[in-house]
């Protein structure tokens, strides 16, 4: 059964912090995406792979945020320095573009609080 | 500024009705529209999806409908049960490019 794994489930930091989120994506999946769950926004999107190569990351704080795909199982998103304004579940999504279902399948999110 | 939208933060409704959410959109480029739905403390999970070309899409108790001249789309759910209760959230896209999302319906499904 085939799953997207993020890493860590919860996270608390101080502000001013590092935060790294890992995800391991679908083998086989050539998309990954980032997206930022708050309750104003719903789902925010906040960087976009394809083929390991990032395609769209318009949606993150450029001076704060990074995301990266070191290699085709591992994408990490981090935050440096953090904010309470952070806090918020960061999901990770993987999937297929060019087969012909065009879904994404989603980890289980990360849950930030930064005080 | 949203391109899809669902208006409606929670919706009620006894176990056995029907479930109608509703997404509305403002991008007419989305030929690609889907739902997911998604369980607390879980990620979302792909229910369902339509392409441009089609108006309704089945699947089991699930029927997704869409409305171009609207830019509207809902999904259907019947009869709604229990373990249907949950956050819903529609998503569109220009195929090849990125999804946009609503910010989600919690439908609590009464017994």
């Known amino acids: 059964d085939a799953r997207v794994t993020q890493t860590p489930r919860h996270k608390v930091t101080e502000m001013g912090q590092e935060v790294t989120m890992r995800c391991q994506p679908i083998?086989?999946?050539?998309?990954v995406f980032w997206y930022r769950q708050t309750m104003m926004q719903g789902l925010e999107l906040l960087a976009y792979?394809?083929?390991?190569?990032?395609?769209?990351d318009s949606g993150m704080p450029k001076d704060r945020f990074s995301a990266e795909m070191p290699d085709a199982t591992l994408a990490t998103l981090k935050i440096q320095p953090s904010e309470p304004r952070d806090s918020a579940v960061y999901f990770c999504?993987?999937?297929?573009?060019?087969?012909?279902?065009?879904?994404?399948?989603f980890g289980p999110g990360t849950r930030l609080t930064v005080l | 500024d949203q391109q899809v939208k669902q208006n409606s933060p929670s919706l009620s409704v006894q176990e056995g009705r029907i479930s109608i959410l509703n997404c509305d959109y403002t991008n007419s480029m989305f030929d690609y529209f889907l739902w997911y739905k998604k369980y607390p403390a879980e990620g979302p999970t792909f229910l369902i999806s339509?392409?441009?070309?089609?108006d309704k899409n089945e699947d089991g108790r699930f029927t997704v409908f869409l409305n171009k001249s609207a830019k509207h789309l809902s999904l259907h759910i019947v009869p709604s049960q229990p373990g249907d209760s949950a956050v819903y959230f529609c998503?569109?896209?220009?195929?090849?490019?990125?999804?946009?999302f609503g910010t989600g319906t919690s439908l609590t499904v009464i017994p």
């Open positions: 083998l086989g999946h050539n998309t």
């Open positions: 792979f394809r083929n390991r190569a990032p395609l769209d």
């Open positions: 998503a569109a896209s220009e195929t090849g490019n990125q999804f946009y």
């Open positions: 339509i392409s441009s070309i089609k």
């Open positions: 999504a993987s999937g297929r573009r060019g087969a012909g279902t065009d879904t994404q399948y």
